[in-house]
């Protein structure tokens, strides 16, 4: 197995009085795309949050081994770790290009960025149609590429993506993931996905977790969990 990215150690996070995850331990190895999956309540759009330094959090997360717990979450994206929220996040009275341009904020290659501009178009196609309309209105499946395409203009190590399939039609969930597997691949981005949609993030994951209202219950390869029946019956259906 490949080295860890990212490592969490007793990750404990919570808002206000009220403790959300109860000591998490996991390790994503590089290069890896791994699904976190649970109920809605058990802790997972927390957890992203708690690796960008957005909720209050105790324990330790360490990115390539360097310390990243108490970073303000904007020196967190500075070394490659860009976030996907749910619900988008699209700056929607900004234009597509301009939204793409303020994912690359962080950095200062100028002939890079238009390379990734032109990449993002490859990626998706609907996007070079709309580059120049008003981002709030695209339809839901073009925002949510748009968001995916805005974090990837940061060139991120880590990609976290917090439920892209939600509210989506099947055909622009598929279409998305198809370009999650192709970044994964072929610029060796890591991935760590939060999604409801469990038979399709296993599907598409090498590993998985299973969080239970704050708590890691079950990890393994993907392959291993959807051949499990507790696993089939509980979250997948069958």
Do not use: W
């Not at 809605?40 to 990115?63: D, H, I, P």
């Not at 998985?208 to 990890?219: D, K, W």
């Amino acid at each position: 197995m490949a080295a860890p990215l990212l490592e969490v150690r007793q990750l404990r996070a919570g808002y206000g009085p009220t403790e959300v995850l109860h000591g998490l331990d996991f390790a994503i190895p590089e290069g890896s795309i791994t699904a976190l999956l649970g109920a809605n309540g058990a802790g997972k759009t927390t957890t992203l949050r708690a690796l960008c330094g957005m909720v209050r959090t105790s324990g330790e997360v360490l990115f390539e081994g360097q310390r990243i717990t108490g970073k303000s979450t904007e020196d967190i994206v500075r070394l490659g770790v860009a976030h996907v929220p749910d619900g988008r996040g699209t700056f929607t009275d900004l234009t597509t290009e301009e939204n793409l341009r303020l994912g690359a904020y962080a950095r200062r290659d100028r002939a890079g960025i238009a390379q990734d501009y032109e990449r993002m178009y490859r990626l998706f196609p609907i996007l070079a149609e709309r580059r120049r309309q008003q981002a709030g209105t695209l339809s839901g499946g073009q925002q949510q590429m748009l968001a995916v395409a805005r974090a990837l203009m940061l060139r991120p190590r880590l990609l976290l993506l917090d439920e892209p399939s939600f509210g989506l039609a099947p055909l622009v969930v598929k279409e998305i993931f198809e370009v999650m597997r192709e970044i994964n691949r072929s610029q060796q981005v890591t991935i760590l996905l939060v999604e409801q949609n469990a038979a399709m993030a296993l599907r598409l994951a090498d590993h998985a977790h299973l969080l239970e209202t704050g708590t890691i219950v079950r990890s393994g390869a993907s392959r291993e969990l959807m051949d499990d029946d507790a696993v089939r019956r509980a979250y997948l259906g069958y």
